[in-house]
């Protein structure tokens, strides 16, 4: 094999990843639309029920202290980890914490749903988000 051949090779291999991140790329941006058209569907129907909506807190990712985030919405799990504000934002409350959060509070970035929850978490621990946004609506202002 020669040196041309070498980089021919080289240069293929460029482009095959290449092509292969585009189209992971392109899978997450359709996974992400479908997803926030999930969540912003949850947040019609939640409004359009009545569901008492609540203010958000969020926890450190220690697990020791809960910190108050200025946001209002709806948690959509009974860990109280992910939520939805009114706006139709997607959270992850969990955050660094420490005096700073105590004092003044938390600010959680929202995140891009995911279409599953949990994906790649301990066997039992994921489900998808269609289902987990379902069962929050299902049960109304009764939930933890």
Request: zero cysteines; a neutral charge.
């Given at each position: ?42 947040v ?16 450190s ?17 009974r ?17 660094p914490?420490?005096?700073r ?10 995140h891009p ?15 998808p988000l269609?289902?987990?946004?379902t ?7 009764d939930?933890?």
């Amino acid at each position: 094999m020669g040196e041309g051949d070498g980089h021919q090779w080289r240069d293929q291999r460029q482009r095959a990843v290449r092509a292969h991140a585009a189209a992971d790329e392109r899978r997450r941006a359709v996974e992400q639309a479908e997803a926030a058209q999930l969540v912003a569907e949850f947040v019609d129907e939640a409004t359009r029920r009545g569901l008492r909506t609540t203010p958000l807190v969020a926890g450190s990712y220690s697990g020791g202290g809960r910190y108050r985030t200025g946001l209002t919405g709806w948690y959509v799990d009974r860990a109280g980890t992910r939520a939805v504000d009114v706006e139709g934002r997607f959270y992850l409350l969990t955050v660094p914490g420490g005096l700073r959060s105590r004092l003044f509070g938390a600010t959680p970035q929202p995140h891009p749903a995911p279409l599953i929850v949990g994906e790649g978490g301990r066997d039992g621990d994921s489900v998808p988000l269609r289902e987990l946004l379902t069962r929050r609506l299902d049960a109304g202002d009764d939930w933890p």
